[in-house]
T-cell receptor
Framework: GAGVSQSPSNKVTEKGKDVELRCDPI?????LYWYRQSLGQGLEFLIY????????KSGLPSDRFSAERTGGSVSTLTIQRTQQEDSAVYLC???????????FGDGTRLSIL | GENVEQHPSTLSVQEGDSAVIKCTYS??????FPWYKQELGKGPQLIID?????GEKKDQRIAVTLNKTAKHFSLHITETQPEDSAVYFC????????????????FGKGTKLSVKP
């Protein structure tokens, strides 16, 4: 597709379970970002991948959160031992390296019961 | 680090009127300022952006102004239409592209715009 694709669109899970969220960036975009959006709030930066450089993990809220990007394309955000405060919409964006027009997917709405 | 403040949090206008949303930022190194429109259940959509070497940019009914000295920037929507109703976010970055933490955007908390027919 032409845009950033995220899956699943919705995820409901029990507290303590692990979850994996997937992001397919726009083809050719070298930069990929994960953000978190809590209800009625702005977007909170989580992690940033640029090409083959080491990712910027400065926004990850705890060591339960991790992300990887395989082959410079698809990225997976993993949350281990989920807590209720992890409930939010997780948004992925990509941009063409050197240009900062970040294009967002529609997000994964994560609900922790 | 950078901090972005956005006002107002809600804005209601009559169709055809203009709407103005204002943001301030704290980091004088920030040099890129995009605006996003987010509709319910969708991801934010980039609608216009401005770089710090430009004072104003216009795209049809949408314009953005930047005052680097005062560290504030504004979104102006003229001749508003009901389909302009959405949440609008401003953001700032000192991104010089490759590597490091300079690529991520710092967002304001959003403005819910309602355009009444």
């Amino acid at each position: 597709g032409a845009g950033v694709s995220q899956s699943p669109s919705n995820k409901v899970t029990e507290k303590g379970k692990d979850v994996e969220l997937r992001c397919d960036p726009i083809s050719g975009h070298t930069a990929l970002y994960w953000y978190r959006q809590s209800l009625g709030q702005g977007l909170e930066f989580l992690i940033y991948f640029q090409g083959n450089s080491a990712p910027d993990k400065s926004g990850l809220p705890s060591d339960r959160f991790s992300a990887e990007r395989t082959g410079g394309s698809v990225s997976t955000l993993t949350i281990q031992r989920t807590q209720q405060e992890d409930s939010a919409v997780y948004l992925c964006a990509s941009s063409l390296g050197g240009k900062l027009g970040q294009h967002f997917g529609d997000g994964t709405r994560l609900s922790i019961l | 680090g950078e901090n972005v403040e956005q006002h107002p949090s809600t804005l209601s206008v009559q169709e055809g009127d203009s709407a103005v949303i204002k943001c301030t930022y704290s980091d004088s190194a920030s040099n890129y300022f995009p605006w996003y429109k987010q509709e319910l259940g969708k991801g934010p959509q980039l609608i216009i952006d401005i770089r710090s070497n430009v004072g104003e940019k216009k795209d049809q009914r949408i314009a953005v102004t930047l005052n680097k000295t005062a560290k504030h920037f504004s979104l102006h929507i003229t001749e508003t239409q009901p389909e302009d109703s959405a949440v609008y976010f401003c953001a700032a970055s000192n991104g010089n592209a490759y590597g490091g933490s300079q690529g991520n955007l710092i967002f304001g908390k959003g403005t819910k715009l309602s355009v009444k027919p």
